[in-house]
């Protein structure tokens, strides 16, 4: 009788364990992956992924952002972007989205997930890690000039999230690395389009200037300007410099003859 019993609880272990390790375990889908794209493009490739993700209720939704390593003020626009903004536009739950940062490298490459119940979310090659700043090293850049935008004077533009092509310089990030560590000066690299001089490249500096200043509350004497020359297009480099490290050196363009 108590073999009888033994062999009872031994067929049911081996069938429960035949049942449980016969099912195969789902897998994430890859849905999409691209590098640095125009908004236009990359709304399309986010309403096919809402689609498949609406599709399956019990599903998760992953991002995985390998960030540009000489624009982290642009990684940060576009990790809020995916989590935050874009989710809020197409009233999707907000909730049903994780962010996976993997490590920076040359170019931004991002990547889609589709998560089903009882599956591994993906996971990067390498973390992302927020190292110490101890060499001069770039923040952010982007297109800088004066323009009117609905009738205010500008030197940015927005233009991510007015169907563009670029995040404006991240300056709220910017200012507060400043603020946390006094030593670090921030370092504006000015260049002006073709055609253009210091002059020009002077008054789109000190914009910029009074802006952090005043709007971010960074105090004038945390940074400091360097005009860099011509390039195809005007552009503005926001740069961190330890104390005692050297500034960053001008990069600017050949004149195509």
Same mark, same amino acid.
């Given at each position: 009788? #108590?073999?009888?019993?033994?062999?009872?609880?031994?067929?049911?272990?081996?069938?429960?364990? #035949?049942?449980?390790?016969?099912?195969?375990?789902?897998?994430?889908?890859?849905?999409?992956?691209?590098?640095?794209?125009?908004?236009?493009?990359?709304?399309?490739?986010?309403?096919?992924?809402?689609?498949?993700?609406?599709?399956? /209720?019990?599903? #998760?939704?992953?991002?995985?952002?390998?960030?540009?390593?000489?624009?982290?003020?642009?990684?940060?626009?576009?990790?809020?972007?995916?989590?935050?903004?874009?989710?809020?536009?197409?009233?999707?739950?907000?909730?049903?989205?994780?962010?996976?940062?993997?490590?920076?490298?040359?170019?931004?490459?991002? #990547?889609?997930?589709?998560?089903?119940?009882?599956?591994? /979310? /993906?996971?990067?090659?390498?973390?992302?890690?927020?190292?110490?700043?101890?060499?001069?090293?770039?923040?952010?850049?982007?297109?800088?000039?004066?323009?009117?935008?609905?009738?205010?004077?500008?030197?940015?533009?927005?233009?991510?999230?007015?169907?563009?092509?670029?995040?404006?310089?991240?300056?709220?990030?910017?200012?507060?690395?400043?603020?946390?560590?006094?030593?670090?000066?921030?370092?504006?690299?000015?260049?002006?389009?073709?055609?253009?001089?210091?002059?020009?490249?002077?008054?789109?500096?000190?914009? +910029?200037?009074?802006?952090?200043?005043?709007?971010?509350?960074?105090?004038?004497?945390?940074?400091?300007?360097?005009?860099?020359?011509?390039?195809?297009?005007?552009?503005?480099?926001?740069?961190?410099?330890?104390?005692?490290?050297?500034?960053?050196?001008? +990069?600017?363009?050949?004149?195509?003859?």
């Amino acid at each position: 009788m #108590q073999l009888q019993k033994i062999f009872l609880v031994l067929i049911i272990l081996f069938v429960s364990f #035949q049942i449980r390790f016969g099912q195969e375990q789902p897998n994430p889908i890859l849905i999409d992956e691209f590098g640095k794209l125009c908004s236009e493009d990359v709304m399309a490739r986010y309403d096919n992924f809402l689609v498949q993700l609406h599709n399956d /209720p019990s599903a #998760q939704g992953y991002f995985v952002l390998y960030g540009d390593d000489s624009t982290e003020g642009k990684n940060l626009n576009f990790a809020r972007y995916l989590t935050e903004f874009y989710p809020t536009v197409r009233n999707f739950d907000g909730s049903r989205f994780s962010l996976v940062r993997g490590e920076n490298q040359n170019e931004m490459k991002i #990547q889609f997930w589709i998560v089903p119940a009882g599956a591994t /979310p /993906p996971k990067p090659d390498n973390f992302f890690s927020e190292d110490k700043i101890t060499t001069t090293e770039q923040f952010d850049k982007s297109w800088a000039d004066f323009n009117n935008w609905s009738g205010r004077l500008d030197i940015y533009s927005d233009g991510f999230l007015d169907l563009g092509c670029e995040f404006s310089p991240n300056r709220a990030a910017f200012a507060k690395t400043l603020l946390a560590n006094p030593k670090l000066t921030g370092y504006l690299v000015v260049y002006t389009k073709f055609g253009k001089g210091v002059k020009r490249g002077n008054q789109i500096a000190n914009f +910029a200037l009074r802006d952090l200043t005043k709007n971010y509350k960074v105090p004038r004497s945390r940074l400091k300007t360097i005009y860099g020359g011509n390039r195809q297009e005007p552009e503005i480099e926001l740069w961190f410099v330890p104390k005692g490290d050297k500034p960053p050196m001008p +990069a600017p363009d050949k004149k195509k003859k």
